[in-house]
């Protein structure tokens, strides 16, 4: 490492950023301070101003286990340089899903300002489409009492001007349009506490990342709190997404956190989700009918397989008057899809026991999982929730951001490894709690790296520069032909096995 201070620091010493370095596993550096009031936060903040990227290849949904790390206020090309450094080459434009586009996707060129893939975009993101969801159900309530009443009203006039109505009939006509309007107001009322309810949610949500925006620094207290915070809510959609609803309910309610967390939402869609691996569908095909609009606009297929489930299980009772039915049932939903509509007229042929696939697949009770799956993939792609749940997201950025090639390195000596605990503030990964963990997760890729112009290696398989190394050992009095690790000083080899390393 060189360290270099412009003006003589009041905060800082080149031990302390040594050791932080370290810490971070950044051996090889060269740290210019320009700012002589510069504290440890503002170094560290400094570090770790990176941002996870998720790249989205053609016709695949996007990976949240494969992220590349960039700069803030990157840019396209930025990301480019990262896949490869010929692909802006043959550039033409760039599809953007995230928090950086206008509208989902856009295209942009090499320009464009790419925007970090934040864990919380869910927290605003469902309340708003549910906000979304009931204006639209109480405008299909309106428009269609609207059309009703004005026509009956119309009938009721032509009847009454032409004496086709009495006075008595017309009344009654009148009353009843009453009690449609009637009927209109209390739906309309219970949207309304239904609507108000979504409000004050994205309210206390803009507030809590509100707070986040006015915290000055990471060592602030305050961000500590707004950090529990933010893991309880993490803790709260994992409960909600494995089923254990009641201890998220609870969770959010012990926290006071039941605004920020979508308990209710998750709890539709469990019910939903359960009715679905009993072998019922009727929970499922009215959610379909609630959301049609949407769910054509995003060509999704759903409400077919329900209705070619439907009809598979006619065709399962293997009788004339179930098979009648079954027919009409494919005529009425399935005739006019070629796909659905060739599969029906093939159960039609086959029976339950058939090994004729993809008949068989069908026929199988495991089906009923299937579109299970179906529905609850379908249900978070609706409100843009991420497939996983965000605790493992945001475990697995920040696994990566600290996760090195030495944490999983077979060179690693027995010492280093003999950090066996979190608490013992050398390498969290390297700890017995996160090292398996961290294993499988991508490292944190960065668009510059500063390689020594005498690299050279240990038998433990770490690289160093030959000069700062022998420099390093000469401050630490390392005998006479011997060589200490700076990574771990109990590491101790002779000089004859350090050996000279060359970039392919």
């Avoid at 520069?465 to 200490?484: D, H, I, M, S, W």
Wanted: a negative charge; glycine letters at 4%; proline letters at 4%.
């Amino acid at each position: 490492m060189k360290i270099t201070f412009q003006a003589p620091p009041k905060n800082l010493d080149e031990k302390m950023l040594y050791n932080i370095l370290r810490d971070y596993k950044m051996l090889n550096c060269e740290v210019l301070v320009r700012d002589e009031n510069a504290t440890v936060d503002d170094f560290i903040d400094v570090i770790m101003k990176d941002h996870r990227k998720y790249i989205k290849w053609k016709g695949i949904d996007p990976d949240f286990s494969e992220a590349l790390i960039v700069r803030s206020n990157a840019t396209i090309e930025d990301v480019c340089d990262q896949v490869h450094r010929t692909l802006k080459e043959s550039f033409k434009y760039a599809l953007v899903w995230g928090a950086s586009a206008r509208h989902v996707p856009q295209r942009v060129g090499l320009g464009h300002v790419v925007a970090d893939e934040d864990v919380d975009q869910p927290l605003l993101r469902l309340p708003l489409e549910l906000s979304r969801k009931t204006f639209k159900s109480a405008q299909r309530n309106v428009e269609k009492t609207m059309i009703d009443v004005t026509k009956d009203l119309q009938s009721a006039a032509n009847a009454s001007i032409s004496g086709k109505a009495g006075p008595d009939a017309t009344l009654a006509s009148l009353d009843a349009l009453v009690a449609k309007a009637q009927t209109l107001k209390r739906k309309l009322e219970s949207l309304s506490i239904e609507q108000d309810g979504h409000h004050r949610a994205q309210k206390a949500r803009i507030l809590h990342l509100n707070d986040l925006y006015h915290i000055p620094s990471l060592s602030d207290v305050k961000f500590d709190e707004w950090s529990r915070v933010r893991l309880d809510r993490l803790l709260v959609d994992y409960l909600l997404r494995n089923g254990f609803t009641e201890s998220a309910r609870q969770l959010a309610k012990v926290k006071g956190i039941e605004e920020l967390c979508d308990v209710e939402a998750f709890v539709s869609c469990g019910k939903v989700e359960k009715s679905l691996r009993q072998g019922n569908t009727e929970l499922c095909l009215k959610w379909c009918q609630e959301n049609k609009g949407a769910l054509k606009k995003m060509n999704n297929s759903l409400d077919l397989e329900l209705r070619l489930q439907q009809m598979v299980e006619l065709v399962r009772n293997d009788d004339l008057d179930s098979m009648m039915k079954a027919m009409d049932y494919a005529r009425i939903y399935l005739a006019a899809e070629p796909e659905f509509g060739s599969l029906a007229a093939g159960l039609l042929a086959h029976t339950a026991d058939t090994e004729v696939e993809p008949f068989q697949s069908l026929f199988a009770q495991d089906r009923w999982d299937h579109i299970a799956g179906l529905f609850l993939t379908t249900h978070h792609e609706l409100f843009q929730l991420p497939p996983r749940p965000m605790l493992h997201i945001a475990l697995s950025a920040g696994l990566s951001a600290l996760k090195t090639p030495a944490c999983h390195s077979s060179f690693s000596s027995p010492s280093s490894s003999a950090a066996n605990s979190s608490s013992s503030g050398v390498c969290p990964i390297c700890s017995t709690e996160l090292n398996e963990l961290a294993r499988n997760v991508p490292y944190a890729q960065h668009s510059k790296s500063i390689v020594e112009h005498d690299p050279v290696v240990l038998p433990n398989g770490r690289i160093y520069g030959q000069e700062r190394l022998l420099a390093f050992n000469e401050k630490v009095a390392t005998a006479e032909g011997r060589v200490k690790d700076p990574m771990d000083l109990e590491v101790e080899f002779g000089t004859e096995e350090v050996r000279r390393v060359f970039i392919a």
